[in-house]
């Protein structure tokens, strides 16, 4: 029986429409989106990337349905037929993540709930008819700041932990992943990451975090401008702060009109002190931190490298220097914010 046949059997989808959707550059999962008579609509996740476990998985889903039991405006985790929240198939070695039955890679299924609303990119960009670009950036901001919030009490079952952030994130790793004739950049990571290790990881500080919260990854109730978020498949425990940060580098589309550097960045500044107003409804974040974003912009840079070294390398493709070379300069010469404003982008060029 084939994966996607066992799938609807385990999650009691037969009368279902499933169709698979288009993944995007990088991605890890096959993605089904599962409706029935317009009413009802689930997505379906089915992973075999060979380098996680299955406890990797019960730990991003019992998080998940952490969240949306307590009020967070998440995609809930729909459990299986056999009341798990993740099945996998070719599992006998599944908790080794490297291989199943006769070799075989194990297979992780999961079911969401489909999120109400629409990508803003499916929009064309355009934010829901009659209300102010305000709203919606409080309305993210607010959104983050309840994930976080939830995080800042959230206990994982014994056994199932997501990574820690420099469980990735250490130069042994990278320096397997990156050639070493990137020696400018594997210096300039290591400087970045002794000064993450001095960071307080304080329950305030630090915790389970989304780690990709952008427009990808909710979608947007056009009616009412709710948000609600999916897509934990990265989620580990970092400092809030990335979550943040990565808000105020995303800011940078709604930007990109001005030509103007200084204009631009204060554009986006504007746009992320709504969206900080927002989140300060839901959570507070320590001033010591905050003071420190540019850093934590780094931290973004960083994670933005390591995963197009990770998918060429998935690949076994050759990198293009130009997806990371904004970002290598940055880090090499120390220019803040990305190199958006506060320096001149001809620096970098």
């Known amino acids: 029986m084939k994966t996607l046949e066992q799938s609807i059997k385990l999650f009691s989808l037969e009368d279902f429409d499933c169709h698979e959707i288009e993944g995007h550059e990088g991605g890890r999962n096959q993605i089904f989106i599962c409706s029935k008579g317009g009413e009802k609509k689930f997505v379906l996740r089915i992973s075999a990337t060979g380098d996680r476990t299955v406890n990797d998985y019960r730990a991003e889903t019992e998080f998940v349905r952490y969240l949306a039991k307590n009020g967070a405006p998440v ?3 729909i459990p299986s037929t056999n009341g798990k929240l993740v099945e996998v198939i070719d599992g006998d070695c599944a908790d080794s993540g490297t291989t199943g039955v006769g070799g075989a890679t194990p297979v992780f299924i999961s079911l969401f709930e489909y999120a109400k609303g629409m990508l803003l990119a499916d929009n064309a960009y355009r934010y829901r008819e009659g209300a102010p670009l305000s709203e919606y950036f409080s309305n993210t901001g607010k959104t983050l700041g309840k994930i976080h919030a939830l995080s800042k009490g959230f ?26 004739k990137y020696g400018e950049l594997k210096s300039a990571i290591a400087a970045c990451l ?8 304080d329950t305030q500080s630090y ?11 909710y979608h947007i109730d056009m009616n009412t401008g709710a948000i609600t978020v999916f897509d934990f498949d990265n989620c580990l425990y970092c400092w809030y702060m990335f979550d943040l940060a990565n808000l105020w580098l995303h800011n940078e589309g709604w930007c990109r009109h001005e030509p103007d550097q200084s204009k631009r960045f204060k554009l986006m500044q504007q746009c992320f002190d709504l969206q900080l107003q927002g989140y300060k409804t839901e959570t507070e974040v320590p ?24 998918c060429t390398a998935r690949e076994s493709e050759e990198l293009d220097y130009e997806d990371i ?13 990305a190199g958006i404003g506060q320096q001149d982008r001809q620096e970098i060029q």
Do not use: Q
């Open 75 to 77: 995609a809930d985790v």
């Open 155 to 180: 206990e994982p079952t014994a056994d199932h932990h997501r990574p820690d952030y420099f469980d990735k994130y250490n130069m042994e790793y990278l320096d397997r992943l990156i050639p070493d």
């Open 194 to 201: 002794e000064t993450f290790l001095a960071l307080p990881t």
């Open 207 to 217: 915790g389970l975090v989304h780690f990709d919260f952008s427009d990808g990854n």
């Open 287 to 310: 001033d010591e931190l905050l003071e420190k974003l540019p850093l934590f912009i780094d931290m973004v840079l960083i994670e933005n490298i390591v995963d197009e070294f990770e």
């Open 325 to 337: 070379e904004d970002a290598t300069e940055c880090l090499i010469h120390k220019i803040p914010f």
